[in-house]
């Protein structure tokens, strides 16, 4: 099982960045992104389940799209209007049918002021 992510940077706020994760190895019936800023806990940016069903964090709605490829096994996140305080790791997540949890490698996202 592997989540293989792409992406990031270091952009200035109101700037658009773009995360990939290719994700192979097993069927997952969610994948998403999760986001630790320095500090703080893992937290919950967008998931997109498999009846294609989508939660965004409270702080992200209307300026990130999650996108799921299933022929291509990715999933993608669209990030725009970016704020400072959404400078974070970014971790690609998958979630198995039973429930279990897997992690990419983090990508850096710096916006800076």
């Known amino acids: 099982v592997q989540l293989q992510a792409s992406g990031g940077g270091l952009v200035q706020a109101g700037g658009s960045l773009r995360l990939s994760c290719a994700a192979s190895g097993m069927i997952f019936s969610a994948l998403g992104w999760y986001r630790q800023a320095p500090g703080k806990q893992r937290e919950l940016v967008a998931i997109i389940f498999s009846d294609d069903s989508i939660d965004y964090a409270e702080a992200v709605k209307g300026r990130f799209t999650v996108s799921r490829d299933n022929a291509k096994k990715t999933v993608s996140l669209q990030m725009n209007s970016l704020k400072v305080e959404d400078t974070a790791v970014y971790y690609c997540?998958?979630?198995?049918?039973?429930?279990?949890?897997?992690w990419g490698q983090g990508t850096q996202v710096t916006v800076s002021s």
């Open positions: 997540h998958g979630r198995s049918i039973v429930a279990k949890h897997y």
